[in-house]
């Protein structure tokens, strides 16, 4: 990654894989590479509005033993953003953006249309802050025999309370609704989400170590589309993690527990990782 300046940015890969594609495949290697180029602009004052545009374009290419694809891909879109300040610490933010994308896969094109809309609210007292999110957007192929089209609405509202000194407990709910239709086929989907997290710093009186208990839980509902006769899917998680840090050394420890109708899930996950500066 590289930026040219405050505006330009240029991003490049290349990765390499050994890949065992089943009965029928000969295994081998696969190559993949990618570069894009991205743009944004500085703010522009457009009355009590702050304006903005961006674009961007991309190419990449995939090889193994079997096939080649390359693609490339274009975009230009932009935003209008206002933030009010309320009394006290109480802010309100508004967004719109609308982006125009376009991609060429080994001859096939696409041409895909977006708009979105979001509205926030966030307040803060001494010991406690709270937020409200609500967003939509809408999702549309312009090219094509089936143009697929996409619309989600989504809310989501926390709470954070500073307990017992160095801890913190937070608390959040969300629901979103989703619509996806493709040619005849059309999909109406709900869900809903819970979480509730304790972190804590300094744990067991060691200045590095923070600790952090997480439940979650969501439901899922078709509510039109095939398999709505399965009525809803919910699951619920709860994970345990450790992480400590020393300077330029981290380690983490986390252990998770998760249960989704009839299905249990057990894991338990131990990294360490040294940064180097410059990197």
Not at 71 to 77: E, H, I, R
Not at 187 to 201: A, H, I, P, Q, T
Request: aromatic share 10%; glycine share 12%; net charge negative.
């Amino acid at each position: 990654n590289y930026r040219l300046s405050s505006n330009i940015a240029i991003n490049g890969s290349f990765q390499t894989s050994y890949v065992d594609a089943g009965a029928g495949a000969d295994p081998g290697l696969q190559f993949d590479e990618s570069l894009s180029a991205d743009y944004g602009s500085d703010q522009i004052e457009w009355g009590v509005w702050d304006y903005y545009w961006r674009g961007g374009a991309s190419a990449g290419a995939s090889q193994n033993s079997e096939s080649s694809t390359q693609s490339l891909g274009g975009s230009l879109g932009h935003s209008l953003a206002r933030t009010i300040t309320g009394v006290g610490t109480e802010v309100q933010a508004l967004s719109a953006t609308q982006d125009l994308s376009s991609t060429w896969t080994t001859g096939t094109p696409a041409l895909n249309l977006a708009h979105s809309a979001g509205y926030s609210w966030s307040g803060q007292g001494a010991v406690s802050s709270e937020s409200f999110q609500l967003d939509f957007t809408d999702s549309r192929g312009l090219t094509g025999e089936f143009r697929d089209a996409q619309q989600l609405i989504s809310a989501q509202s926390g709470k954070d309370i500073e307990v017992w000194g160095r801890g913190e407990l937070l608390g959040d709910v969300g629901g979103q609704l989703l619509r996806a239709e493709s040619g005849d086929n059309e999909n109406v989907d709900f869900s809903l989400n819970g979480r509730v997290e304790y972190n804590r710093k300094a744990a067991f009186a060691m200045r590095n170590l923070v600790y952090k208990l997480s439940c979650s839980a969501d439901i899922n509902r078709r509510l039109k589309g095939p398999g709505d006769e399965q009525g809803f899917r919910s699951t619920l998680r709860v994970q345990n993690r450790f992480t400590w840090s020393l300077g330029l050394l981290s380690a983490e420890f986390r252990a998770e527990f998760s249960v989704a109708e009839q299905e249990q899930d057990a894991s338990l996950y131990f990294q360490v990782r040294r940064a180097w500066l410059g990197w």
